[in-house]
């Protein structure tokens, strides 16, 4: 079996000056993001979008990544702890982001973008899905180096079994790098060489939905469940709950952009 590394939280810190892992994985996050763009781009896979709209994009989707992740984990996954300690709301370097409360504050970021540039939604949405599993990946690598989102309990004669000392002795599913091989690598690439042709508006993002919900879906089956707002569930976690509806959405999108609209 293997054990967890016990990775120091703090990457660099100098004095009273410290920089988290989980910090630098976010922006690394945004990095990608933004080259990405800027490939696509200048390569001519989205001849509508220039660099001034991607360098809003950035901005406005940072706010809605950390203020939306951060809100969904206080309202999704931990509210009694967080109204007994609200002043740990704020204190984003231990962690604690929900992927769903960012994807709704991207979302809304995504709005204010779209009616500034002039563009439908859902071409604004098809432009940033592709460049978007990466960072997830960054993501789970981050809480991979945390320690934090372990994995349900595994067979010991499973290969990659891991124990995590901080939780117990017993071998367990590293499900922050499954996490970040199906819904940051696979989705990746799913996404990038879909959206390589032109596509019906609303087609990519709906893509996007249903890859990300069906992966995170399966991914919870190995990953010990977080209680959420209606307690702790080994049947349907939460995270399965929140996933089951970008499925139904992305079936429902891409239905619908391959019957009515035109390509993109």
């Known amino acids: 079996m293997l054990i967890h590394p ?4 703090v990457a660099i810190s100098i004095g009273p000056f410290s920089v988290h892992w989980y910090g630098l994985m976010y922006l690394l996050a945004f990095l990608q993001f933004w080259w990405l763009g800027k490939w696509r781009i200048e390569h001519g896979r989205s001849p509508s979008w220039n660099l001034q709209a991607l360098d809003d994009l950035i901005f406005y989707g ?17 509210p009694g702890y967080y109204l007994s300690h609200p002043q740990e709301i704020l204190m984003l370097w231990k962690g604690g982001m929900s992927f769903h409360g960012g994807f709704l504050g991207v979302l809304l970021a995504m709005t204010f973008i779209a009616r500034k540039y002039q563009r439908s939604w859902l071409a604004t949405t098809d432009f940033i899905a592709p460049l978007v599993p990466l960072g997830l990946a960054t993501g789970r690598l981050g809480n991979f180096i945390n320690g ?12 990659w079994a891991m124990v995590f000392p901080q939780v117990d002795q017993l071998p367990r599913h590293p499900s922050q790098l499954y996490q970040l091989a199906g819904e940051g690598i696979l989705l990746f690439l799913i996404l990038w060489f879909y959206a390589a042709k032109p596509r019906p ?5 709906g893509v996007f ?9 399966l991914a919870e ?5 977080d209680a959420g707002i209606f307690g702790l569930s080994y049947t349907v976690s939460m995270g399965q709950w929140l996933s089951l509806p970008m499925v139904v959405a992305g079936i429902a999108l891409l239905s619908f952009s391959q ?3 035109p390509q993109a």
């Not at 939306?68 to 206080?74: E, H, K, M, N, T």
């Not at 934090?148 to 290969?159: F, H, K, T, V, Y």
């Not at 089956?221 to 469940?225: D, G, I, K, L, S």
């Open 62 to 78: 940072v706010l809605g990544v950390i203020l939306g992740g951060r809100l969904g984990q206080v309202v999704f996954y931990e």
């Open 201 to 205: 508006v609303g087609a990519v993002s």
């Open 209 to 217: 939905l249903i890859g990300y919900g069906l992966l995170r879906f």
């Open 6 to 9: 016990q990775f120091d939280p």
């Open 259 to 261: 019957r009515n609209q």
């Open 148 to 159: 934090e989102l372990w994995g349900r309990i595994a067979d010991p004669g499973l290969p």
């Open 221 to 225: 089956f190995f990953r010990t469940p």
